[in-house]
């Protein structure tokens, strides 16, 4: 592997090989979601305790300090909006020349497997994997479902994550499933987990999130179950426990609990 591409990789996967990315990307397509209408305020207290930031161009220009941040995942799909015919007619929405100038450790881009835009978004992830490359630019695929949350078992996760890996993604973005272990076992690059919608307690994401680490995930890329959250400190410090330090869900309640009540 090149320098450039191992460098990067290493920015984001951790020397315990694990990782914990925060994505504020959402309002791609969701607009103002809620607890994201300023992201800058939303992340700052967070930064501290996340490996990498998952983000459009346009949040990272006008929200994130240069100076101050962390290694910068950049967002580079899109065109789609909640009110649009179909979340996956996607495009590549920022060049890699753009990519570079924003000297990004990565660029993240969604596939809509079993989509009516399945062969589009395919292609699109070819396409940058061959941009990417040439530049030592890694690619995460993102497993989108569109609002087909339904589709998130285990069948249908490891063939849009092996799909990903065998078009040249060097990372696969994906949801955690019952049996998460088919997903990792059939993807041959590192797989990260993916909080969706919020849940009603913080313990399930602890306990999911614990089960997908056991199953050979290599940590998350998990947004709203921690700042749509009302602890949102005491939510990342909790996840990064596990990631981290190996903490089991028991442990991870006692930090949340802890570093709640300091909050
Ligand atoms: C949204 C994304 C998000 O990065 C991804 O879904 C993770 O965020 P969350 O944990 O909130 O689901 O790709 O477009």
Redesign the pocket.
Known sequence: MDWGMENRLAQLIQSDGHCLFL?I??G??QGPTRKLEKPGETIAPLLPYCDAV?VTRGVLRSSINPANTKPIILRVSGGTSVVGNDLSDEGITTSMEEAIRLNVAAVGI?IFVGSAYEKQSLLNLARLVDEGEKYGIPVMA?T?VGKELEKRDARYLALSSRIAAELGARLV?TYWCQDFDKVTNGCPVPVVM????RVDTEREVFAFVHDGMQKGAIGV?????IWQHENPVAMIRALRAIIHDGAGVDEAQEVFTEVRSGE
């Not at 993916?194 to 919608?197: D, H, I, Q």
């Not at 890329?221 to 179950?225: A, E, S, V, W």
């Open positions: 994505p990307d959402h791609y397509f998952f969604s993102v989108a973005k993916a909080g969706g919608p890329n998990l947004g709203r179950n």
